[in-house]
């Protein structure tokens, strides 16, 4: 008889499909000041921003379009300031986006906040919030589940500006999720069924969205096996693809998405017999093959980065980057060896 206990954050609702974005008006509706937090790109070169702008009609305070990439501590510190007063955050955008809105919110005091995601990472699911330290460059942050978005919103319309490498390399990143979620989390009678359905998915659909971007079914698809992949945040913890992702990503500007890329196959080649095989079988089931392999392979289909070598990082990095990691050090350097 299986026991344990599942934890629910505070995630209330969920507006999925094509059109989905609408749902935004109603959500605005018993808010006085509602603030937008989102990246140049979207702002300069989309009418995205402007179309949620002009959702929030009158109610619309401001808009911050200067939350960069892995989240600088200074870009959320300007955002927090610029919408002080506001009773409801809109964030639009990537995980850093979103990282960056949560942390606002808790600087405000925990105003509602309506997630728009236009990439796969999956940042609108988790009380886990990365915020870079630009000085140290290093990420840090913090866990707070009153920081989780109450409502999400998952158009495929608004992913469509998305560039290629972002939607797909985020893609692996949200397999990058269930499938440490399925190793390392434990037995658990949901995530597991979740995160191997998730997996299952994503590798299904990622490759066809690469040869039809335009099509939004194939996007709507890759949104929910991505929710799906992450459908439990507080009872999946990450392993060493993640947390190296992190310090690789802040320190040399690695994209998020591409992080996942560059460390998922070698940390599963590094840990697999560390695994039960009984997991190690039901994750390989749903890979369609060894998953190391299986992961190798969808980043080279993808046209993805897959080297450390290939972003500046220096080889003689690696044992310093390594040595952070107590206890699994000596596995954090064999899979940044691997990885390089």
């Known amino acids: 008889m299986e026991v344990g206990t599942h934890v ?52 619309h305070a401001g808009t911050f379009a200067r939350m960069g990439q892995h989240t600088p501590g200074s870009a959320v510190e300007r955002a927090a300031e610029a919408a002080r007063g506001a009773d409801l955050l809109v964030s639009l955008g990537g995980g850093s986006v979103i990282d960056g809105t949560k942390a606002v919110a808790r600087e405000l005091g925990y105003p509602q906040h ?36 109450p409502v999400v919103v998952l158009d495929p319309e608004a992913t469509v500006h998305t560039p290629e490498r972002l939607w797909l390399s985020t893609g692996v990143r949200a397999l990058d999720h269930a499938v440490e979620g399925v190793l390392y989390g434990g037995e658990h009678p949901v995530t597991d069924v979740t995160g191997l359905e998730g997996a299952r998915r994503l590798m299904r659909y990622l490759p066809r969205s690469k040869e ?17 992949a992450y459908f439990g945040p507080a009872n999946t913890p990450m392993g060493l693809s993640h947390e190296l992702g992190r310090r690789i990503g802040a320190s040399y500007g690695v994209p998020h998405g591409v ?32 998953p190391a392999e299986r992961v190798a392979a969808l980043v080279e289909e993808l046209g993805l980065p897959g080297r450390l070598r290939d972003f500046g990082v220096p080889e003689g990095d690696l044992e310093e980057i390594a040595a952070e990691y107590g206890e699994r050090a000596e596995d954090a350097l064999a899979i940044l060896r691997a990885a390089y």
């Open 259 to 290: 992080t996942s890329c560059i460390t998922l196959a070698p940390s599963l080649d590094v840990m697999r017999d560390r695994v039960p095989p009984v997991r190690w079988q039901k994750l390989a089931d749903a890979l369609g093959g060894d």
């Open 114 to 149: 309506v997630a728009v995601p236009t990439t796969l990472s999956g940042a609108e699911w988790a009380h886990r919030v990365g915020v870079t330290d630009e000085t140290a460059g290093r990420k840090a942050g913090f866990r707070d589940e009153r920081a989780v978005p």
């Open 212 to 228: 039809k971007p335009e099509d939004l079914e194939l996007r709507a698809r890759l949104q929910i096996a991505a929710w799906l």
């Open 8 to 59: 629910f954050l505070p995630t209330r609702r969920v507006h999925f499909g094509a059109g989905s974005l609408r749902k935004l008006s109603e959500e605005a509706r018993s808010a006085d000041r509602a603030f937008v937090v989102t990246g140049r790109t979207l702002s300069e070169e989309t009418g995205l921003v402007r179309r949620v702008e002009e959702l929030l009609g009158e109610r």
